[in-house]
C-alpha cells in the first residue's frame, strides 16, 4: 500500500519564477493539506483541498494556489517566487480521523 | 493565535533511558486532538502517538506514552528504552475538531547517545 508520494524531491528556482510541486495522496484518503516546513521551524499550514475544491486556507499570499484532481492527487503552485519561500513542502494526506500521513516532502530552493 | 509550544529545542538520552519531551498548547476548544510526529533526517513526518481531548486516560504505544494535562493544556511525550532509532525532531501538533489543520510546535531535536 503505497503511502504519499511527492514530487519532485529537490527543486532550485531563480526568484520571479513559478513553480509546480506533485503529490499522489494514501491510497483511500481523500483529503490533501500542503505544509510550509522554514529551516528549523515546524510545518505551517498552507491549504487543504477535499472534493477539488479549496476547504481551509492559512495565511499565505495569493501566490499560493492549488489543485486537485479528481483522482485526489493535488497541486501546489507558486508564482512570483521569493526568496523567503526557499523551504520544505510538505504534502499529507488524510480520510477523516484515519489521520494523517505525510509524504517526504519537496526541498525548494530559491536563488 | 492559537499556538502550540515546545519549550526545549533540544535534548538528550542515553540509549536505554528514559526521556520527557514537553509541549504546551492554547486552545478555546473543547474537542481537539493531540500529536506527536517523528521527522527523521529523510524528512517523512511520522505519527508517533495520538491523543484525543475528550479522553482522559492518556495514550500509549509501545515505547512511547504520553502525559495529557488538560486543564493544564500539557501534552508531554515520554520514551521509555530509548534507541539510538528515536533520534529525530520531535513536533507537538493540535488540530480542532471539526477541521483538518494541523498546528505544530518548533519541534525538539532528540539526541541517543550510544
Known amino acids: 500500500d503505497a503511502g504519499v508520494t511527492q514530487s519532485p524531491t529537490h527543486l532550485i528556482k531563480t526568484r520571479g519564477q513559478q513553480v509546480t510541486l506533485r503529490c499522489s495522496p494514501k491510497?483511500?484518503?481523500?483529503?490533501v493539506s500542503w505544509y510550509q516546513q522554514a529551516l528549523g521551524q515546524g510545518p505551517q499550514f498552507i491549504f487543504q483541498y477535499y472534493e477539488e475544491e479549496e476547504r481551509q486556507r492559512g495565511n499565505f499570499p495569493d501566490r499560493f494556489s492549488g489543485h486537485q484532481f479528481p483522482n485526489y492527487s493535488s497541486e501546489l503552485n507558486v508564482n512570483a517566487l521569493l526568496l523567503g519561500d526557499s523551504a520544505l513542502y510538505l504534502c499529507?494526506?488524510?480520510?477523516?480521523?484515519?489521520?494523517?500521513?505525510f509524504g517526504s516532502g519537496t526541498r525548494l530552493t530559491v536563488v | 493565535a492559537q499556538t502550540v509550544t515546545q519549550s526545549q529545542p533540544e535534548m538528550s538520552v542515553q540509549e536505554a533511558e528514559t526521556v520527557t519531551l514537553s509541549c504546551t498548547y492554547d486552545?478555546?476548544?473543547?474537542?481537539?486532538?493531540l500529536f506527536w510526529y517523528k521527522q527523521p533526517p529523510s524528512r517523512q513526518m511520522i505519527l508517533v502517538i495520538r491523543?484525543?481531548?475528550?479522553?482522559?486516560q492518556n495514550a500509549t504505544e509501545n515505547r512511547f506514552s504520553v502525559n495529557f494535562q488538560k486543564a493544564a493544556k500539557s501534552f508531554s511525550l515520554k520514551i521509555s528504552d530509548s534507541q539510538l532509532g528515536d533520534a529525530a525532531m520531535y513536533f507537538c501538533a493540535r488540530v480542532q475538531g471539526g477541521s483538518e489543520k494541523l498546528v505544530f510546535g518548533k519541534g525538539t531535536k532528540l539526541t541517543v547517545n550510544p
Open positions: 491523543q484525543e481531548a475528550y479522553k482522559q
Open positions: 491510497s483511500g484518503h481523500d483529503t
Open positions: 486552545t478555546s476548544e473543547s474537542d481537539y486532538y
Open positions: 499529507a494526506s488524510s480520510l477523516v480521523w484515519d489521520g494523517y500521513t
